[in-house]
C-alpha cells in the first residue's frame, strides 16, 4: 500500500495550488486522510484532516484559505490552497489510516506517509 501526492510547484504570494494523494494497494477501508507540511528547521506540523465521514479539520495557521476533500471511491483526498503566503512554504506530505489484511490474513491498521511535494511560495 502506497500514497502518492503530486501538485506542489513555485507560486507566487496570494496565487492558489491544488495537492492530490492517492492510495494505491490492497487495503480494506480507509479512515482518516489529511496533510502535514515541515518547513526546514521547523517540526511537521498538521495542515488539514478530512475523517471517513467528510468532516474536515484544520490547522490554526491555514484556516479559511486551505479546504480538504475526499473522494472515497478514487481513494484521494485534495488540499485546494488559496491565498497562499510565503510562510505556506514547506514540504507537505500526505497520510492516511487506514485497514488492511497482513500476510496472515489478520486485520490490522496502519499509518502511511506519501513521498513530499514541494510547495514554494515566493513573496
Known amino acids: 500500500v502506497q500514497l502518492q501526492a503530486s501538485g506542489g510547484g513555485l507560486v507566487q504570494a496570494g496565487g492558489s495550488l491544488r495537492l492530490t494523494c492517492v492510495a494505491s494497494?490492497?487495503?480494506?477501508?480507509?479512515?482518516?486522510m489529511g496533510w502535514y507540511r515541515q518547513a526546514p528547521g521547523h517540526e511537521r506540523e498538521l495542515v488539514a484532516l478530512?475523517?471517513?465521514?467528510?468532516?474536515?479539520m484544520y490547522g490554526d495557521s491555514v484556516k479559511d484559505r486551505f479546504t480538504i476533500s475526499r473522494d472515497n471511491a478514487k481513494n484521494t483526498v485534495y488540499l485546494e490552497m488559496s491565498g497562499l503566503e510565503p510562510e505556506d512554504t514547506a514540504a507537505y506530505y500526505c497520510?492516511?489510516?487506514?485497514?488492511?489484511?497482513?500476510?496472515?490474513?489478520?486485520?490490522?491498521?496502519?499509518?502511511?506517509w506519501g513521498q513530499g511535494t514541494l510547495v514554494t511560495v515566493s513573496s
Open positions: 478530512v475523517l471517513v465521514t467528510g468532516r474536515p
Open positions: 494497494g490492497s487495503f480494506i477501508r480507509i479512515h482518516d
Open positions: 497520510t492516511a489510516n487506514l485497514s488492511r489484511l497482513d500476510t496472515d490474513g489478520r486485520l490490522r491498521e496502519d499509518g502511511l
